[in-house]
């Protein structure tokens, strides 16, 4: 596939995709590649264009994701996105449904673009000042930079590294998605749906993560605790359970 990387450990599991966030690029999930193949699934993580080793001027990750999937011949995937990930993740959900056998979307605002939810988003995180505080302050949570100054200094490593590769300007400029994504959409969502966030995110506090939840047919919410804005690196092996745990589910269309 022109322009676009990924990471694929290959094998006959269910499929596995992985969509980073807009602070780094698909190393982000060097905490989940371990633990998803060895339960016996297929982990594939794509870096969105202008990210890693993605060329070309960012566009719709969905798009090219499902280029990837065709790529690869794969039938339906299980789809992992957080933070500006999940964004995408959705986009994707609501551009091809019969490519998704089940989606989590963790840590992430989704993208909605209801009145209501803009104002609720504004009163959260007002501008500039927040984004304008440290980006480990906003993206890790006070108990994991209280626990582990070791994990802080890899995730910021990880970060510089990512911000290296993404284009200005910086913080980067509100994902590109196909569709305006809506409540509405969000009521289209078939797929079997987990969506997790952690009791310390001030992207997503619990509340905002059940409201968005309660829009979606086929969804359940998850709080991981002690946790903030990036549960995949704070607390991986609550994360990579949940994930496990959800993509090994037999239930139908049960959430």
Known sequence: MEGISWQDSGGTGEAVVFMHPASCDSRVWEKQAPAITAAGLRFIAMDRRGYGR?????????????????????????????????????????????????????????????????????RLRPQPQFNALPDDFRELGPAYRASDAEGVVKWQALERAGRAHTPPPRPPAPPQTKNRITYALLGAIRARTLMITGDADLYMPPPVLRLLASKMPNARTLVIPECGHSAYWEQPEAFNRAVIDFVKARSGTEP
């Open 54 to 122: 993605s060329a070309g001027t960012p566009g719709f990750a969905a798009d090219d994701l499902e280029q990837l999937r065709r790529h690869l011949s794969l039938s339906r995937i299980f789809l992992v996105g957080t933070a500006a990930g999940g964004i995408h993740a959705v986009d994707y959900a609501i551009s091809y449904p019969d490519a998704v056998a089940g989606l989590v979307v963790a840590n992430s605002i989704v993208g909605v673009q209801d009145e209501e939810y803009v104002q609720l988003s504004q």
